[in-house]
């Protein structure tokens, strides 16, 4: 089950089918990783709210783009919360060259993979998760998000 919270309209004015392209991409990475289900909710926010939680949460007093925030095991299936920030994603797609769509889900992607336990702390780690996701976006028609 993917649970999706915009509290930014911002995301609404972004790309009117914003909530078709979280599900399409959060569906899309659990699919391809076979976790066997779960629940995900996703929140689509503004800067000031993410940067919130991530001084509340991590310590780090800035907004960032996406937040992950696994769940403890539990009965329900719950993996946990993702935040993205509307302003921060807005502003890197543009820096990148990019379409905010095809920004917004591969950040939903990285999300999700952080809740089912990928990283990136080590060169290895971020070969194996950079390596997922670019093969999900594929499926979803959206080019590599690494190529320069």
Same mark, same amino acid.
């Given at each position: 089950?993917?649970?999706?919270?915009?509290?930014?309209?911002?995301? =609404?004015? &972004?790309?009117? $089918?914003? +909530?078709? @392209?979280?599900? /399409?991409? %959060?569906? !899309?990475?659990?699919?391809?990783?076979?976790?066997?289900?779960?629940?995900?909710?996703?929140?689509?926010?503004?800067?000031?709210?993410?940067?919130?939680?991530?001084?509340?949460?991590?310590?780090?007093?800035?907004?960032?783009?996406?937040?992950? =925030?696994? &769940?403890?095991? $539990?009965? +329900?299936? @719950?993996?946990? /919360?993702? %935040?993205? !920030?509307?302003?921060?994603?807005?502003?890197?797609?543009?820096?990148?060259?990019?379409?905010?769509?095809?920004?917004?889900?591969?950040?939903?992607?990285?999300?999700?993979?952080?809740?089912?336990?990928?990283?990136?702390?080590?060169?290895?780690?971020?070969?194996?998760?950079?390596?997922? +996701?670019?093969?999900?976006?594929?499926?979803?028609?959206?080019?590599?998000?690494?190529?320069?």
């Amino acid at each position: 089950m993917i649970d999706i919270e915009i509290e930014d309209e911002a995301w =609404f004015a &972004a790309a009117s $089918n914003v +909530e078709d @392209l979280v599900e /399409d991409a %959060a569906v !899309a990475a659990l699919n391809e990783i076979d976790f066997g289900g779960g629940a995900v909710t996703l929140l689509l926010t503004d800067d000031d709210s993410v940067r919130d939680l991530n001084a509340r949460f991590r310590g780090k007093d800035y907004a960032t783009n996406v937040l992950s =925030f696994p &769940a403890p095991p $539990n009965p +329900e299936s @719950l993996l946990g /919360d993702i %935040a993205l !920030a509307y302003g921060v994603c807005a502003r890197e797609a543009v820096e990148q060259g990019k379409p905010l769509s095809h920004h917004l889900q591969h950040l939903v992607i990285h999300g999700v993979l952080h809740l089912v336990g990928y990283d990136h702390e080590t060169d290895a780690e971020a070969e194996q998760m950079e390596g997922l +996701e670019r093969v999900i976006l594929a499926g979803l028609g959206v080019p590599n998000p690494y190529e320069t």
